[in-house]
C-alpha cells in the first residue's frame, strides 16, 4: 500500500519521470479542453442538443478534477501543506464553479479559472530557467511589499488631493466634475496615464493642472518598476528543480538541495 501511493505521488506530483510527465500533458489537454467548453457553452446561439451536450462534458471534466483534487488531498503526507499550498488553491478554484452553478446561476462561467492550472507547463516541458525566473521575481515582489504599500498609499494622497483641487477648479463650469469622489476617479485615470476622455477639464487652470498630472504620472509609474527591479539586482539566482516535496509539495529547490527549503523536510 505504501510503494502504491509513492507511485502515485510520483506520477501526480513529480514531472521528471515519464508517467508524471504524462500525466501532467494529459492534464493540461483537460484543462484546455475545459475552457474551450466553457466558451463555446456562453454562445446564446447554440441549439440545446449542443448545449446539452457542453454541459454533460462540462460535468464529467469537472468530476474527474475532483477526482484529481482529492486524489492529491490523499496520497500527500501532509494534505494540509498541500490544501493551503498555491497549486492546492488553485486546484480547488478549478472545481468549486461548476457546483456553485447549482446553487448561482451562471457562477459555472467563472471555470475559466482552471486557465490558472496551466502554470503547470513549466514543469511538465522542464522549463527550469523560466521556473527560476518566476521564483527570483516573486522574492522581489515580496521583499518589495512594504516599499510598495508606502508608495501606492502616497499615491492615494495624491489622488485625493487632485481630485479635490479639481473639483474646486471645475465643479462651477464643469457637470463633469460633479462630486470629490468622481474627481478623485478623473485624477486616477489621468495620473495612470489611461485616459478614458469621459471627463475633461474646460477651464485654463483644470488644463494647466491637468497637463501637472499627467507628466507626474510617467515619473510615478517609474517608481514600482525600480523598486522591484532593485530586489532583483539582489537576490540570488538559484538553479530552479522541478523536483516537489514531498511533505508541503514546495518546488523550486536548488539542484543540490537535500532538504525543502520550506519545511525542512528531506528530499529525494
Not at 157 to 169: E, H, W
Request: net charge positive; with cysteine; hydrophobic share 50%.
Amino acid at each position: 500500500m505504501k510503494s502504491l501511493k509513492h507511485r502515485l505521488y510520483q506520477i501526480i506530483f513529480e514531472a521528471d519521470t515519464p508517467s508524471g510527465k504524462l500525466f501532467d500533458i494529459i492534464l493540461i489537454g483537460l484543462i484546455l479542453l475545459s475552457i474551450g467548453v466553457v466558451m463555446i457553452e456562453s454562445d446564446d446561439t447554440l441549439s440545446p442538443r449542443i448545449n446539452r451536450a457542453m454541459v454533460i462534458m462540462e460535468w464529467c471534466l469537472t468530476a474527474l478534477f475532483t477526482m484529481e483534487y482529492l486524489l492529491r488531498i490523499v496520497i500527500a503526507d501532509r494534505p494540509r501543506k498541500y490544501i493551503f499550498s498555491f497549486f492546492g488553491i488553485i486546484d480547488l478554484l478549478a472545481i468549486l464553479p461548476t457546483y456553485l452553478g447549482l446553487i448561482i446561476g451562471g457562477t459555472q462561467m467563472l471555470i475559466v479559472v482552471r486557465a490558472l492550472r496551466l502554470v503547470r507547463v513549466f514543469r511538465v516541458l522542464k522549463l527550469t530557467r523560466y521556473v527560476k525566473e518566476a521564483t527570483a521575481l516573486w522574492s522581489a515582489l515580496v521583499l518589495s511589499r512594504n516599499k510598495i504599500s508606502v508608495f501606492l498609499f502616497v499615491v492615494l494622497i495624491l489622488v485625493t488631493i487632485m481630485g479635490t483641487v479639481m473639483y474646486i477648479v471645475e465643479n462651477p463650469f464643469n457637470e463633469g466634475f460633479k462630486s470629490i469622489p468622481q474627481s478623485v476617479y478623473w485624477a486616477i485615470v489621468t495620473l495612470t496615464t489611461v485616459g478614458y476622455g469621459d471627463i475633461a477639464p474646460v477651464t485654463v487652470f483644470g488644463k494647466f493642472l491637468a497637463g501637472f498630472i499627467m507628466i507626474t504620472g510617467y515619473a510615478i509609474i517609474a517608481v514600482p518598476t525600480g523598486i522591484v527591479t532593485s530586489e532583483l539586482v539582489r537576490e540570488n539566482r538559484r538553479q530552479g528543480s522541478v523536483r516537489a516535496c514531498k511533505a508541503c509539495s514546495e518546488e523550486g529547490h536548488d539542484a543540490d538541495a537535500a532538504y525543502c527549503k520550506r519545511c525542512g523536510e528531506p528530499l529525494e
